[in-house]
């Protein structure tokens, strides 16, 4: 467990979102159970930490929800994305690239020699 | 701009959230149980056991509780949560204790109330800038002479420094004078501004309608033109537009209405006040305009280039001025340009004052600081006990320094508020009991600034109090406290308290000696000898009917002969005089003259100065002047006689030493022939009560109106001053001898009466000011530093009940414990005055070198430092009477039993 990283500060929110365009109308636990796999279980997700992640996304109008069914049957709160929350992902997607690679040319061996 | 909107959108939600309350709770609790469910659910599926399986889910969730307490925190707004509880909690801490914050937010209100409104008046007149377009490029013009800094101009170099500066954008100049006006029902006297014509377009005023002067409208010889106030058009016009247009009949002249100015219009520089009329500067009746000798009372304004600093504008007027004296040696040798910053100009005389007073008012607020300080250091004992279970509860410092920061504030605001209100009342007092002469006091009013100004304040003084019982909580013990059980001795608390009441003492001192010295030096002014009778003389102006304007000079004399007969019988009249050059407190006029044992001078600066007065024989007997040698002037001193003067002591003293004046001749600039001096009167207080002893010029010199060469009589029919001494009150006089001048001619008008005892009441107007406000603020810190030491001594005996009554009980005499506690008392109220003695004579040192605000007394003036320590004694010590006697009372028995 111990080699597990921790979810990066800010990374959470566009994990969500990647996660709500994929998966469509999801709950929490489908969430984080995704996030987990995606990350082929190298990431260590505090649940706890999923939830207030969540209510900032729906607070900031990203993501919308509403009571459903969950597959057995129990009563669960499910997530989606909505429009401004699907331009929000590409900025952010398209930040992101951008800031890795950057990164990765400070990173990879010189190529200029 | 999405991001920033989603932001915006997220805090409104959380600002929501926060009042939102229990059912978004319940929903989440649900969701994060189907959370857990759903978890454990699959954790069995991987074959865990139900235990392992709810074990697993749960840490993985890290915790239900704490879960639902981050959820909770996004939910609303955790630091607003915080502010919302402490205020809730201050709320009820304050209504607690109601009597502590009634005092608390009265006190502030008093001394937060007090710093605004006066703030608002040194914001309205030093801070604000002028109210016309670039401020900061204006300048007032004067003549420098060896005589006078700032000096009158004469017209002819007025039109020189007009053309030769290049530093100027426009120069122009203005000079007051009154005329008769007729036609439009009785006649009036009305007060008007001779001006040229750049002087409006310079200051960026427009006309309401109308037109202003066009350039060259204002030179000699002229079409007679006006410009009446958007008032005078309301008043005479009905605000008609078609009075543009019609003429005005102004000392039988007729002047053609060319616009109207707007009522906001309400300049006040040099001797330039807003009025009814303005007449271009070349319509001046005065035959000695084109003289380039005579200044005539005009002075000027102007507006720099943009660019142009102060400096190089004053090098441009030099240069201009020395070419000048090299053109005309004998006129302009010596004169030069000078300019003064307009803002400057108006209120160099008023901002020592102010300043003084905006510091005194300051002290007022700290001592109102340090009451409320004192008072919740009292009250933090009380509340030592709360906070030490508080904090070992786990109350973080600063949790509890915000709370306690949370409750002054809440203090200091509302104190700030009901301030405010204060202040709107008190600026208008204050604009009440003000020297007329303040500038821009229309100017005062309550601003963003001032509003800011008291927000600032009220935080600051909030801060202050607040802080102080802080520090003071967090140095002591936890557990000391805790054991201790509330009833907390704690020495070093007492011994900060004791600081605070003797700090108040101290500057309570500093403000009561300032107040102190202005009643002494207002005290030493009522000694002012006036050197004449105030008592009974009444002053006003006459005007002679048009007709009488260049009637020649025996015309002329008759009316005055019989003008003054009529006056002389007015009922209740018993003296009276034509009064026209000085007239003592109001106006002055000089003279330049030579001996007779000297040559005559080469320039006039060569000559000697005197005050001219012009008067009538009666002048002696209205203004109660002692004769002290050979006559004053007889009515036998007239155009046939040889010409007489008559001059004071001083004039005496300085120019015949201790010969006999009397029979000594002096020759006047004006006259070819030498004037006798026929007797020597008292010297009369000419330049105000504070100011005579020390002006240069108090030479003084009368001579007869009827030995007036005929060009200046014919300017006497314009214009001029009667003294009378009348029996009655001045109304009445002034009544009767309005009746009795209509009665001999309705076209002739008396105004402006004025009784000499107004005018030296006038002189030390700005005096008595700033006496009332500070003796108030004085009056205020001692009522404030009574409170503080009366609460100090009252917590003195609450701790001592216990030491006391044991005293007691061990034979201790009871008047012995009342002058135990007389004598805790009293050693801070005399270590504080020792300080503020200290403090004091440091401060009015300053003070004193800077404004002329103390007369006839020292800084460090005995009398005052000693009646001033003696009343903070006995208030200082009647504040400990009442403790004092309650210590005295304290039942031995009572306390023995509850130990």
Known sequence: ?113 | MRPLRAKLRALWLRLAGMFGGDRAREEFAVELESHLQMHIEDNLRAGMTQEEARRDALIKLGGFEQARQAYREREGLPWFETLWQDLRFGLRMLAKSPGFTVVAIVTLALGIGANTALFSVVNGVLLDPLPYPHPEELVTVHASKPNFDEGSISYLNFRDWQRDNKTLTALAVSRGTGYSLTGMGDAEEVRAELVSSDFFPLLGVKPVIGRLFASHEDEIGREPLVLISEGFWARKFGSRPDAVGKVLTLDGRNYTIVGVLPGRFNLTINNFRACDLYVPIGQFQNPELNNRFAPLGIHGIARLKPGVTLAQAQDDMLRVSKRLEQVYPEADQGIRAKLVPFQYAMVRDVRPLLCVLMGAVGFVLLIACVNIANLLLVRSNARAQEFAVRSALGAGRTRLLRQLLTESLMLSLTGGLLGLLLASLGTRVILQLLPRQLPRAAEIHMSGMVLSFTLLVSLAAGTLFGLMPCLKIFRQNLQDTLKEGGRGAGGARQRAQNWLVVFQMATTLVLLVGAGLMIRSLEKLSEVDTGFRPRGVLTFGLEASPAMIGAGPEATRAYLREANARIAAAPGVDAVSFSWAALPMSSDDEELFWLDCEPKPQSQNAMHWAIRYIVEPGYLKAMGIPLLKGRFLASNDDEHAPRAVVVDDVFARKFFGNDDPVGKRIHLEQFDEPAIVVGVVGHVNQWGLDNDAVNPLRAEVYQAMMQLPEQQLGLVMMGMDVVVHSSYNADTAFQSIRNTVVQMNHEQVVYNPQTMEALIADSVAGRRFSMILLAAFAGTALLLASIGMYGVVSYLVAQHTREIGVRMALGADRKNVFRWVLTRGGRLAVSGAVIGIVAALALMQVISSFSSLLYGVRAYDPWTLAAVIALMMVVALAACYLPARRAMRIDPMQVLRTE
Request: glycine share 10%; hydrophobic share 35%.
């Open chain 1, 1 to 113: 467990m111990g080699d597990k990283t921790d979810v990066w500060q800010g990374t959470l929110a566009l994990m969500v979102l990647k996660t709500l365009e994929t998966m469509g109308p999801i709950h929490g636990y489908g969430i984080a159970r995704r996030i987990e796999q995606t990350s082929g279980n190298l990431l260590s997700l505090n649940y706890g930490t999923l939830y207030p992640a969540l209510l900032k996304l729906e607070q900031e109008g990203y993501i919308a929800s509403e009571w459903g069914l969950s597959e057995n049957n129990r009563k669960a709160k499910f997530y989606k994305l909505t429009r401004t929350g699907r331009k929000q992902l590409e900025r952010e997607a398209r930040d992101w690239e951008q800031a890795t690679a950057i990164l990765a040319r400070f990173l990879s061996p010189a190529e200029e020699g």
